[in-house]
């Protein structure tokens, strides 16, 4: 097929310049308009970002003298345009969630970062692996709302929730319910965007409190994991959870603690280990591009996973789990590692336009 012309809404900051790394060679996606906040509209892309560009490896060359439009500046977005990915919020969550809405309104499918829509109750928040059968609300949405049949908002969790959640859902779909969760994290610095990158006093410190982290991680497992019936998608709250959220001394890779305890009884430690192992979700069957084989990884080393050694497996996008053991008091603990800005933020959109796209949601030629 020809590649699908799409176009970045925060593209200067740290979740855009992964965009714009990730989709580079991308098969499927070819970005062709790149756009931020007022500050850097008018601006071509390397003046834009100038002395801001964290990624290791160098900014694409083809993207460098591309002229940034102002997100807000419905007018000029290119006829070429089919997708939208958005990594950044306007204001306040309403200005955003008003924002996305409206360039659904004007037939663009866009596949969010931003928490803004996630408690929306006809936009699906998706973890391709776990629900992805959640996007069959989307044509409720464009009805509710009376949206183009090509435009529709649908949107990526918060940055740590597929670390741990993938695995409970493995454990769930081999039978074996999760009643109680603790999870701590340890969240990298590039989850706080730029300033958390820059601001040189959070390398020296672990910061006990992430605002409004610990209630994400605690509500959005279960929109996730919860029913669509009757066009709407019912909350799962059979499982709870409680989390302790911190920032930690590192620059990617978000690191999940978690302790959990089963319905009924636990299975082995050998057993959860082969359920994870050999664990596929809809984006391995599929064979999309960006779909990490395996989604799980286990290690059986006893020192990983180790961030600066793993955050990378599956080019960012698997999850990576160590440490299982049984619990004083929980029936079993582990160490889950993912990749915050890849499989947490620009790869997990990605990951989810794919479905999109072979699900036939996206328009293309
Ligand atoms: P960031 O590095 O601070 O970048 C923010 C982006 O938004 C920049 O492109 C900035 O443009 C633009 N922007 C800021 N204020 C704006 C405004 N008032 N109007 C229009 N554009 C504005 O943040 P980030 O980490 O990339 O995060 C972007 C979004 O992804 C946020 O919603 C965040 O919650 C979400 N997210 C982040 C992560 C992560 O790990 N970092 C993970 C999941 C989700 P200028 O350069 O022109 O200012």
């Not at 098969?27 to 834009?48: C, H, N, Q």
């Not at 924002?99 to 699906?124: C, H, L, M, Q």
């Not at 959109?349 to 949601?361: M, N, P, Q, R, W």
């Amino acid at each position: 097929m020809n590649r699908i012309s799409v176009g970045i809404l925060g593209a200067t900051g740290v979740v855009g310049q992964n965009y714009l790394r990730l989709l580079a060679n991308h098969p499927w996606f070819e970005i062709v308009d790149l756009a931020a906040s007022s500050r850097s509209a008018g601006k071509t892309y390397e003046d834009a970002v100038g002395d801001r560009w964290l990624m290791k490896s160098s900014m694409p060359t083809e993207f460098k003298n591309m002229v940034v439009r102002d997100v807000t500046d419905y007018e000029s977005i290119p006829s070429n345009v089919t997708l939208f990915f958005s990594a950044t919020e306007l204001g306040d969550k309403e200005a955003t969630r008003d924002f996305e809405f409206i360039y659904a309104s004007k037939g663009y499918p866009v596949v969010s970062n931003s928490s803004a829509n996630r408690w929306t109750p006809d936009v699906p928040m998706i973890i391709p692996e776990i629900n992805g059968d959640h996007l069959e609300i989307l044509p409720i949405q464009q009805k509710n709302r009376n949206f183009p049949s090509s435009g529709f908002v649908a949107v990526k969790p918060n940055c740590s929730v597929q670390s741990y959640l993938v695995a409970i859902h493995a454990l769930r779909e081999a039978g074996y319910p999760v009643e109680e969760v603790l999870v701590n994290t340890l969240q990298a610095l590039s989850g706080a965007g730029y300033r958390g990158l820059t601001e040189p006093e959070r390398r020296i410190t672990v910061n006990p409190l992430i605002p409004g982290e610990e209630e994400k991680t605690e509500r959005e497992p279960s929109k996730i994991l919860g029913l669509l019936e009757d066009n709407q998608i019912i909350p799962d709250y059979s499982m709870e959870m409680s989390a302790l959220c911190t920032r930690v001394p590192v620059v990617d890779g978000h690191t999940a603690l978690v302790y959990l305890n089963f319905v009924d009884e636990a299975p082995s430690l050998e057993k959860i280990s082969k359920i994870w192992s050999e664990f596929e979700g809809e984006p391995q069957t599929l064979k999309l591009p960006s779909a990490p084989m395996p989604p799980i990884l286990v290690m059986e080393e006893e020192d990983r996973p180790q961030v600066h050694l793993d955050v990378n497996n599956g080019n960012g996008m698997a999850v990576t789990i160590g440490r299982l053991a049984e619990d004083k008091f929980f029936d079993i603990r582990f160490v889950a590692l993912s990749h915050n800005t890849v499989r947490g933020a620009a790869g997990g959109a990605i990951l989810t336009a794919e479905l999109l796209v072979e699900k036939g949601y996206i328009n293309h030629n």
